[in-house]
C-alpha cells in the first residue's frame, strides 16, 4: 500500500487476517467464498464489499503472506554475520533452511508453493506475477548476505541463484515427503561442499 492510498478499514484488516489463517489451513486452490465467509464470521456480499471481487481477495492473500515471508527472512537476516565474514552467504543459508525446515512455518510455505505453481500455470489470474516477484525477493535477501564489493558482479549472481536452487529444491521434497533428517543432511552436504562456487572475499589492491 502506498502512502498515497488510505489506510484499509480495521474491518478489512480483521477479515484479512481471518482468512489468512484459513487460507494457511487449507490453501487457495479450490477457496469458496461462502465456507470461509463462514469460517471468518462474515458473509460473501461483505467480502466482495471489501476485497472487490474473490481475485481481489486472492490478491490481498497474497500479498499477506509474502509480507509474511519476508518479515520472517529479514529478522534472519538482521541476525547475520557481516556479509564481508568468510563464508557468510553459506552461514545465512544454512539459517535460512532452519527456518524453512521448521514445522511451525509448513503451511505458509505449503501456501506459497501452491501459489508460486498457480503463477506459472494461470498468469492471468491474481496469482499473476507472484513467482517471478518471490524469486526476486529471495534473491535480493541473499545478496545482501555477499560482500558489497562483489554483489553485481556475475559470480555473486550466479552464486545466490544457486544457493536459492537449493533451498527451494530441497523445501520441494520436505513438503513433499516430510522427511526432514535427509533432506537437511542433503542441503548441508550441499552448502558444506560449495567451496568450488562461492565467490571469495575481495582481496588487498
Do not use: C, N
Not at 548476505?145 to 553485481?152: G, K
Not at 523445501?171 to 543432511?185: I, N, Q
Amino acid at each position: 500500500m502506498s502512502p498515497a492510498e488510505p489506510d484499509p478499514s480495521p474491518r478489512r484488516r480483521e477479515l484479512l487476517e481471518a482468512a489468512y489463517a484459513y487460507a494457511l489451513r487449507g490453501g487457495l486452490a479450490e477457496l469458496s467464498l461462502r465456507p470461509l465467509a463462514e469460517a471468518v464470521g462474515s458473509s460473501p456480499r461483505v467480502l466482495l464489499y471489501l476485497f472487490g471481487s474473490k481475485d481481489g481477495l486472492i490478491r490481498a492473500l497474497l500479498a499477506r503472506a509474502r509480507a509474511d515471508e519476508l518479515a520472517a527472512l529479514r529478522r534472519i537476516m538482521d541476525t547475520r554475520e557481516s556479509p564481508e565474514a568468510p563464508g557468510g552467504l553459506r552461514v545465512v543459508a544454512r539459517e535460512l533452511w532452519r527456518w524453512l525446515s521448521d514445522d511451525a512455518h509448513r503451511g505458509l510455505l505449503t501456501l506459497w508453493v501452491e501459489s508460486y505453481a498457480r503463477s506459472l500455470t494461470d498468469p492471468d489470474g491474481p496469482w499473476g506475477g507472484f513467482a517471478r516477484a518471490t524469486v526476486e525477493d529471495w534473491l535480493t535477501l541473499l545478496a545482501d548476505a555477499q560482500p558489497a564489493a562483489l554483489r553485481e558482479t556475475e559470480a555473486a549472481r550466479a552464486e545466490r541463484t544457486l544457493v536459492l536452487a537449493v533451498l527451494r529444491g530441497g523445501l520441494l521434497d520436505l513438503l513433499a515427503t516430510g522427511d526432514t533428517a535427509r533432506v537437511t543432511a542433503a542441503v548441508h552436504h550441499q552448502l558444506a561442499s560449495a567451496k568450488g562456487w562461492f565467490i571469495p572475499a575481495p582481496g588487498p589492491d
